[in-house]
């Protein structure tokens, strides 16, 4: 999504863009919440989604406090500056906001991040086992994982949102240790069908040393070929759009 700036545009015809465009985003957002629920992406009203301005990147979209990822609406979406002040909006705000302010401060080309306790996420994470590429999904994050083990609390600050943003580092995801995972990227659907492949990856991994006699996986330039192909910014899109219509269908 991107806007586009013209001198030439009359003031209000490029505020009319602006606001329709950030329309889109929220809409976007409330949809990605419903999918999200649908996935069983949810713990009671824990995690959060958040989505840069793209005339402002200094600016972000977020889920509130105290409602479910199936209760965003467009109208209580807040948005917040990079220190983590509310500049619009009257709900409450996450205490974890600082996950994705200090985020976006710190990688330039995270446009969403997405804060979940997805279940068998969490129970990879508790164990000493790194991600293993047991199946496809598993193939996005090879190479692509960083881990953050600080603490099994809240990120309730902003040195401690730069710890994950540090965790991170140039990643797609970071795992919280016995806590949960942050994905990130450029688009809403990017993000969130990351989250919804790591959970996968995971839930497969932990069946597979379960039952235990796993091979090894694949070699590296094996799986880099996956992972290049699934990586394509139409695949996300493709399946976001696909669990978005099957959320309407189930409405
Ligand atoms: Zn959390």
Known sequence: MTLVHSRNQPLDKQRKTVNSIHA??????????KVLVAEGQDDFTRGHISFRLPENPTLFFMKPHSVGFDEIT????????????????TARRHSEVYIHSEI???????????????????ALSAS???????????????NSIGVYDDTINLIRSATMGAA???ALASHRVVLLKNHGAVTVGATIAET??????????????????????????????DIEKLKSDISRPEQFEINFDYLVRRVRRRA
């Open 24 to 33: 889109q985003i929220k809409e976007t957002l409330v949809w990605a919440g």
């Open 74 to 89: 467009v109208d209580n979406i807040l948005t917040i500056d990079l220190d983590g002040n509310i500049v619009a909006g």
């Open 104 to 122: 976006f401060k710190a990688r330039a080309d995270v446009h969403c991040v997405l804060h979940t306790h997805s279940p068998y996420t969490v």
């Open 128 to 142: 000493k086992r790194p991600l293993t590429v047991y199946s496809q999904p598993a193939a996005l994050f090879h």
């Open 164 to 166: 994950v943003a540090r």
């Open 192 to 221: 969130v069908v990351g989250m919804i492949m790591l959970e996968n990856a995971a839930m497969i991994q932990m069946i597979t040393e379960a039952a235990g006699d796993s091979k090894p996986p694949f070699p590296d330039a």
